[in-house]
């Protein structure tokens, strides 16, 4: 619902990333029957989950490696452009 009435819960943690700042949006009616307890665990859980996902980002992908022949097949490209381009320049 638009017109529902939301309560934010700022916080901020050192992590070993560097700090962290997220803020919790909860209905007024759910976070009014929230202890304490609870919405620690919830800020808990946005931290684990944004320090795993940093420290688990995989490598970019690594192109691969072409053969002697895509080398040569594309270096006959590259050499037939310049032969068009000097031809083209009156060379």
Not at 6 to 15: K, L
Not at 22 to 28: A, E, R
Request: aromatic letters at 8%; glycine letters at 4%.
């Amino acid at each position: 619902m638009a017109d529902e009435l939301n309560v934010q819960v700022r916080f901020t943690a050192d992590t070993i990333y560097g700090k962290y700042e997220d803020s919790l949006y909860i209905p007024k009616a759910d976070f009014d029957s929230l202890t304490q307890e609870q919405i620690d665990v919830m800020k808990q859980e946005r931290i684990d989950n944004w320090v795993y996902f940093v420290g688990n980002t995989p490598p970019p992908p690594v192109p691969p490696e072409k053969t002697t022949e895509e080398l040569e097949a594309e270096l006959l490209v590259l050499n037939a452009r310049i032969e068009v381009i000097k031809g083209i320049l009156g060379e």
